[in-house]
Structure formats: structure tokens, C-alpha cells
């Protein structure tokens, strides 16, 4: 996790330089750009250009596009989270729960129940069918040859194609179809609808057991990546053709009060209560969830629901009872933000969050044959962190978050952690 940091803030460096040397654009942020189809059509790509709401920072290359992808790929790649349970024995088969088979296509149910519907996409019907087909043939090559290729176990221990995920890959790669033909055109509560299906997809594979979090970081940054490319591959293939709507204005950084993110954390050191609830070998890992903010002014509200992950650092190994797993702990609250801009497509942001855990007993039995209970209680959670932020795309917002996780009754940890953001 440390390294996916140091590849995080190595992007960032990588598309302030980019942004720095893009050609600057005269733009007035009050202004909503012209929805007149022949002006749009005749020229789309001189269109978009002139009239693109980043002002002089973005520029509409797949590279830049391709930050946040790319930064989930690597993270999932880099955070080794595998080795959690490597002395867990037995009891890791879990019964597997259907619904995430269909959530992952609510996406794209939903992106084409609009268009049957007669609301008018960024693309027609031949240039948004021939895309999507694209789409999904990269995905499943980045997928599937990435997934034969480390052959990662699964948690539950049944087969060994876990890296990366190919459900949220799914969810994803439809979730950015429906951003790009209705989220960035019509309104952005189309992509706020994808991504959260695409996040729920991902968080449940987690809470199955089926993946772990790095897994699913990787799905999400191969799915994101897999439509960008492909839309890229659509402009040369039909030149700028049969788009139907134009790019709405997205206004300035400032403009923004609205992020809803897919938030991890890494729990770098851990001190336990002295009440007896905390187990030395058992730690926390890393907390996976969904965070929504609004910001009106420089001071917002944020409401988040996720789960951490839990641990065995014994030397011995131990035995779970039949379909169990080390317990994930729900976790719930809610909190404010400030922010303070420090450069042109960078922030500062600050949270602190007060909310609850949702606590369990749990049973296990050492190598020497010894039973083993523990429980974890529900108690109060707090926490405050410090995230350095980065504007990847009119869309798109990377964090870089430092601070600390206090669970009443088990513990106090120190946590480093990553956010993807859909702003606006």
C-alpha cells in the first residue's frame, strides 16, 4: 500500500506537468455552452476544445483520462492484501451470494433503458452499440489475460483467477459507458447512479469473499480504462460522427460541490483498548466504502458506509469453523469536510467523521486444538484525516489521505489511505 502512494503521487506529478503545458483557453464560467447540433456536428472536436469547462488545466488526451484508471490498476496491483489470511486453514469456503451477478449489469441495463426510452445520448445508436462491443473485448483481454497470467487465490480458496475482478471490470466498464453518454451530456446523477451500482458490485465481491480489495481496485481501473480507450477508438473509426449531444459546461474546480468516492484505507500501526476486547493477533487491515460529500462552500457535509477488514498476525496457525471468514466489520457515520484550494487543480482537504461499527462474535481454534472466542463489540467510530487532492479530469479527483481510525472499546490506529472521486 505504501508504494501504491509514492505510483499515486508519481501520477500526479506526471498530470500537473501535462496540464501545465496545455494551450490556455479564454472561458467564461457563467456561460452554458450552446446546445445547436449543427454547430456541434460540423465540428465536434473543435467544439469540445474551445468550449471545454477545465479551463486552461485539461485536455481531453486518453492519457489524462486514463489517471484514475490507471491509478486504481496500479494501487490493486501494489496493495498485496492477499497475504491477510495465509494462516487461516479451513472454514474459508463461503456460500456464494447470486446478487452481485446481477447488480454488475444494472449499469448498463440502465444506459440502454434511456435509449430505448427516446433520451438522446452523446452517440447514435450504430456509433454507442460499436463502443460499447469495444469496450468489453479490451476489458475481458485486460481481465482475463491479467487473471491467467498472476493466477492469485481466491479467499475462499476455490480457484486461483482472483486479480483481477471481472464482475466489478463489468460494472465498470458500463458505468463509464453511461458517464460518457449520458452523465456528460445530460446530467451528472445518470454517472452517480452507474458508479455506485459499479461500487456496490465491487464492495459486495469483497463481502462474499469472493475477492479481495485489491482485486476489485484493479476491476474498476481496468473496467474505466477499457471505455476510455475504446471511446478513443470510436473517434478515429467513425471521425467524429453521429454524436448527438455536446459536452455540458462543468465550471471551474470551485464550481464543484458535489464527490461521491470509493475509498480505501491501510492501517499502518494499531494500539489496543486495555478492557480486554482486543485480540494482540488479530488486527485491523484495511477499510473498503463509499463516501459522498457535498460542498456548498469550503466547509461540507460527508455521509459514508463501508467495512473493515480484519487480520491474523499469529505466528500459528488457526482454524476457522465451516463457511466463515475472518468477520468484516460494518462501519457507518457521518461528518464534515473543508477545503482549501492550493493550486490550480490541486486542494487540501480535511474530515472528520463521527459514526458507528457494527460489531460480531466470532469463534476460532488454535494448532494446539484450543477454542478460541472473541467479540467484537459495537462501539463509537472516529475519524480524522488529511488528504492532499488532485483534479485528474473535468469529472475525476484523486486523494492522497493521511490520519487516524478510533474504534471505542478495541483500538486507535494510524491510517494511510486513497480516494477516487466523481466531482461535480
Same mark, same amino acid.
Given at each position: 500500500?505504501?508504494?501504491?502512494?509514492?505510483?499515486?503521487?508519481?501520477?500526479?506529478?506526471?498530470?500537473?506537468?501535462?496540464?501545465?503545458?496545455?494551450?490556455?483557453?479564454?472561458?467564461?464560467?457563467?456561460?452554458?455552452?450552446?446546445?445547436?447540433?449543427?454547430?456541434?456536428?460540423?465540428?465536434?472536436?473543435?467544439?469540445?476544445?474551445?468550449?471545454?469547462?477545465?479551463?486552461?488545466?485539461?485536455?481531453?488526451?486518453?492519457?489524462?483520462?486514463?489517471?484514475?484508471?490507471?491509478?486504481?490498476?496500479?494501487?490493486?496491483?501494489?496493495?498485496?492484501?492477499?497475504?491477510?489470511?495465509?494462516?487461516?486453514?479451513?472454514?474459508?469456503?463461503?456460500?456464494?451470494?447470486?446478487?452481485?451477478?446481477?447488480?454488475?449489469?444494472?449499469?448498463?441495463? &440502465?444506459?440502454?433503458? $434511456? #435509449?430505448?426510452? =427516446?433520451?438522446? !445520448?452523446?452517440?447514435? /445508436?450504430?456509433?454507442?452499440?460499436? %463502443? +460499447?462491443?469495444?469496450?468489453?473485448?479490451?476489458?475481458?483481454?485486460?481481465?482475463?489475460?491479467?487473471?491467467?497470467?498472476?493466477?492469485?487465490?481466491?479467499?475462499?480458496?476455490?480457484?486461483?483467477?482472483?486479480?483481477?475482478?471481472?464482475?466489478?471490470?463489468?460494472?465498470?466498464?458500463?458505468?463509464?459507458?453511461?458517464?460518457?453518454?449520458?452523465?456528460?451530456?445530460?446530467?451528472?446523477?445518470?454517472?452517480?447512479?452507474?458508479?455506485?451500482?459499479?461500487?456496490?458490485?465491487?464492495?459486495?465481491?469483497?463481502?462474499?469473499?469472493?475477492?479481495?480489495?485489491?482485486?476489485?481496485?484493479?476491476?474498476?481501473?481496468?473496467?474505466?480504462?477499457?471505455?476510455?480507450?475504446?471511446?478513443?477508438?470510436?473517434?478515429?473509426?467513425?471521425?467524429?460522427?453521429? &454524436?448527438?449531444?455536446? $459536452? #455540458?459546461?462543468? =465550471?471551474?474546480? !470551485?464550481?464543484?460541490? /458535489?464527490?461521491?468516492?470509493?475509498? %480505501? +484505507?491501510?492501517?499502518?500501526?494499531?494500539?489496543?483498548?486495555?478492557?480486554?476486547?482486543?485480540?494482540?493477533?488479530?488486527?485491523?487491515?484495511?477499510?473498503?466504502?463509499?463516501?459522498?460529500?457535498?460542498?456548498?462552500?469550503?466547509?461540507?457535509?460527508?455521509?459514508?458506509?463501508?467495512?473493515?477488514?480484519?487480520?491474523?498476525?499469529?505466528?500459528?496457525?488457526?482454524?476457522?469453523?465451516?463457511?466463515?471468514?475472518?468477520?468484516?466489520?460494518?462501519?457507518?457515520?457521518?461528518?464534515?469536510?473543508?477545503?482549501?484550494?492550493?493550486?490550480?487543480?490541486?486542494?487540501?482537504?480535511?474530515?472528520?467523521?463521527?459514526?458507528?461499527?457494527?460489531?460480531?462474535?466470532?469463534?476460532?481454534?488454535?494448532?494446539?486444538?484450543?477454542?478460541?472466542?472473541?467479540?467484537?463489540?459495537?462501539?463509537?467510530?472516529?475519524? =480524522?484525516?488529511?488528504?492532499?487532492?488532485?483534479?485528474?479530469?473535468?469529472?475525476?479527483?484523486?486523494?492522497?489521505?493521511?490520519?487516524?481510525?478510533?474504534?471505542?472499546?478495541?483500538?486507535?490506529?494510524?491510517?494511510?489511505?486513497?480516494?477516487?472521486?466523481?466531482?461535480?
Amino acid at each position: 500500500m505504501k508504494r501504491s502512494v509514492v505510483i499515486l503521487f508519481l501520477l500526479m506529478i506526471v498530470v500537473s506537468s501535462v496540464s501545465a503545458t496545455t494551450i490556455e483557453i479564454e472561458f467564461d464560467s457563467d456561460s452554458l455552452l450552446t446546445e445547436n447540433r449543427n454547430a456541434f456536428s460540423a465540428s465536434p472536436a473543435a467544439f469540445m476544445t474551445n468550449n471545454i469547462p477545465f479551463s486552461e488545466n485539461y485536455t481531453n488526451s486518453l492519457i489524462q483520462r486514463s489517471v484514475v484508471p490507471g491509478a486504481l490498476f496500479a494501487t490493486g496491483l501494489l496493495y498485496r492484501d492477499n497475504n491477510l489470511n495465509e494462516r487461516i486453514v479451513n472454514g474459508m469456503q463461503k456460500p456464494i451470494s447470486s446478487t452481485s451477478d446481477y447488480v454488475q449489469y444494472g449499469p448498463a441495463l &440502465l444506459m440502454f433503458g $434511456l #435509449k430505448v426510452c =427516446g433520451l438522446e !445520448s452523446r452517440s447514435d /445508436w450504430g456509433r454507442m452499440i460499436v %463502443t +460499447d462491443a469495444m469496450s468489453v473485448g479490451i476489458m475481458a483481454a485486460i481481465v482475463y489475460g491479467t487473471k491467467y497470467t498472476i493466477s492469485r487465490e481466491r479467499p475462499d480458496g476455490t480457484s486461483f483467477n482472483s486479480f483481477p475482478s471481472g464482475h466489478t471490470a463489468t460494472a465498470f466498464v458500463a458505468a463509464t459507458l453511461l458517464h460518457k453518454e449520458y452523465g456528460e451530456t445530460v446530467s451528472p446523477w445518470f454517472s452517480v447512479a452507474g458508479y455506485g451500482m459499479a461500487t456496490v458490485t465491487g464492495l459486495m465481491r469483497i463481502e462474499t469473499n469472493r475477492h479481495w480489495v485489491s482485486d476489485v481496485l484493479a476491476g474498476a481501473g481496468a473496467g474505466m480504462f477499457s471505455s476510455e480507450f475504446a471511446y478513443s477508438l470510436s473517434d478515429l473509426l467513425f471521425k467524429e460522427r453521429y &454524436l448527438g449531444r455536446p $459536452l #455540458k459546461n462543468r =465550471g471551474e474546480y !470551485s464550481d464543484c460541490k /458535489w464527490s461521491f468516492s470509493l475509498a %480505501t +484505507d491501510y492501517f499502518i500501526t494499531t494500539k489496543y483498548a486495555n478492557d480486554g476486547y482486543g485480540h494482540v493477533d488479530m488486527k485491523p487491515a484495511c477499510t473498503a466504502g463509499i463516501v459522498a460529500t457535498y460542498m456548498p462552500d469550503r466547509i461540507g457535509a460527508t455521509v459514508y458506509a463501508g467495512f473493515t477488514r480484519l487480520k491474523w498476525t499469529g505466528n500459528d496457525y488457526i482454524f476457522l469453523p465451516d463457511y466463515t471468514t475472518l468477520p468484516n466489520i460494518q462501519n457507518f457515520g457521518a461528518g464534515i469536510t473543508a477545503r482549501m484550494p492550493l493550486a490550480d487543480i490541486f486542494t487540501v482537504d480535511s474530515q472528520l467523521l463521527l459514526g458507528g461499527s457494527c460489531g460480531n462474535e466470532y469463534s476460532f481454534t488454535t494448532v494446539q486444538g484450543d477454542p478460541l472466542e472473541w467479540t467484537i463489540p459495537d462501539g463509537v467510530r472516529l475519524k =480524522g484525516t488529511v488528504a492532499l487532492s488532485m483534479r485528474a479530469s473535468p469529472y475525476s479527483e484523486l486523494s492522497v489521505l493521511f490520519g487516524a481510525d478510533a474504534y471505542n472499546r478495541m483500538w486507535t490506529s494510524f491510517i494511510i489511505g486513497t480516494r477516487y472521486s466523481l466531482t461535480f
